[in-house]
Structure formats: C-alpha cells, structure tokens
T-cell receptor, first 112, second 114 residues
Framework: GESVGLHLPTLSVQEGDNSIINCAYS??????FIWYKQESGKGPQFIID?????DKRQGQRVTVLLNKTVKHLSLQIAATQPGDSAVYFC???????????FGQGTELSVKP | KAGVTQTPRYLIKTRGQQVTLSCSPI?????VSWYQQTPGQGLQFLFE???????NKGNFPGRFSGRQFSNSRSEMNVSTLELGDSALYLC?????????????FGPGTRLLVL
C-alpha cells in the first residue's frame, strides 16, 4: 500500500521565548532517556540525558523533566534562538545495550 | 576527538543490487549501533555491535546485516535492495553501549533505490 509520511508535531515560538517539547514514552522498563536535535541534512545531535532515578536535569539553556508515573518526558529550552530550529527527538533505552527507541519527533520553528 | 564518520554520504542503487555502508566510531568507542530513518517510519533501530559481536537486533529482514572489525569500525550490508530501502542510514557510537552510555551519531548515508 501507499506509505504515508509521519506528520511531525510542530511547535512555533518567538525568538527569546521559552520552548517546551513533550514526549510520551512507551516502555515502563525504560530507565535511560535522551533528547536529540536533528538539523536538516545532519545526524541527530545529543542535547541532554536523564536516568530514571532523577526527575529533572539541567544543562545549558535546557532542562529535561521526567514523570515516570505517566511515562512523560519534556525538554525545556530557555530563551529560544533561531539556531534552535530543528527536529527534536526523545529516545528511550530499557537496558538493552545500545538499542534506542525513538519518538516520532517534534519540529521546532523559531521566528525572529 | 573526531566525531563519527560515515561513508559514502550519498548512494544511488537500483532494485536487486546490494550495498555496503561504512561507519568509523569515535576513538575509544566500542559499541556501534545502526538506525534507519525514513519519513514514514521515523528512526528505527537496526542492530548493535560490541567487540565484534552483534549484541542487539531490531525487526528488520535478514537482507540487512552488519559486522564489526577489531578496530570497532562497522559495516552494514543490504542485499537485494527494494524501493522501500531508500532511507537515511545512521550509525551511532558509544563507549560501551550500556545504559547511560551516550550515543553519538554520524551524519548518515543517504541511500536512494531506483
């Protein structure tokens, strides 16, 4: 049959605003989570990670929040810049070595 | 340190042919994972190699195979190519591949099957 491309959720924000990208993960056994940023024509770039024994982790302008009760992950970007425009993926690992399960991605568009 | 490198960056093949893609991990990294990225299916795990052994495998047909060499460089092979194999093939390396081991991705090889 005909394949249909994934319809990526899109988040459009104004430069300087804060962005929040959400992700629902599937496996309650997953204990390691990562956010990646993918720009057009490039491979995914590591942003920040968090283990299941934490609820929150902060990096430079980014914060990841983990809610294991509802299997939800979010990425907060402070003072969003045009260079932050990209597709953002969450990924989970359930202790199966190097196997990551990726979410569908969210396209972030930053308006100057 | 140099990042993950993949060759070739672009490739055009016809149905029925086979293809081999190469991945050089970050120096010191022993785990290499391969992923297929398509607009329809997103990013999907193919397999992972660690110390020259396949440690994990995704849900892809046997036409997709790989190997890892003693220097941790890895190759993946796709035989009897189909139109649906057109995709961006990404490899990622990590120190050990264990949980908490951050995977760093290469730029990918874009394969077009005609």
């Amino acid at each position: 049959g005909e394949s249909v491309g994934l319809h990526l959720p899109t988040l459009s924000v104004q430069e300087g605003d804060n962005s929040i990208i959400n992700c629902a993960y599937s496996n309650s056994a997953s204990d390691y989570f990562i956010w990646y940023k993918q720009e057009s024509g490039k491979g995914p770039q590591f942003i920040i990670d968090i283990r299941s024994n934490m609820d929150k982790r902060q990096g430079q302008r980014v914060t990841v929040l983990l809610n294991k009760t509802v299997k939800h992950l979010s990425l907060q970007i402070a003072a969003t810049q045009p260079g932050d425009s990209a597709v953002y993926f969450c990924a989970e690992n359930d202790n199966q070595g190097g196997k990551l399960i990726f979410g569908q991605g969210t396209e972030l568009s930053v308006k100057p | 340190k140099a990042g993950v490198t993949q060759t070739p960056r672009y490739l055009i093949k016809t149905r029925g042919q086979q293809v081999t893609l190469s991945c050089s991990p970050i120096s010191g990294h022993r785990s290499v994972s391969w992923y297929q990225q398509t607009p329809g299916q997103g990013l999907q795990f193919l397999f992972e190699y660690f110390s020259e052994t396949q440690r994990n495998k995704g849900n892809f047909p046997g036409r997709f195979s790989g190997r890892q060499f003693s220097n941790s460089r890895s190759e993946m092979n796709v035989s009897t190519l189909e139109l649906g194999d057109s995709a961006l093939y990404l490899c990622a390396s990590s120190f050990s591949g264990d949980r908490g081991g951050t995977q760093y991705f290469g730029p990918g090889t874009r394969l077009l099957v005609l």
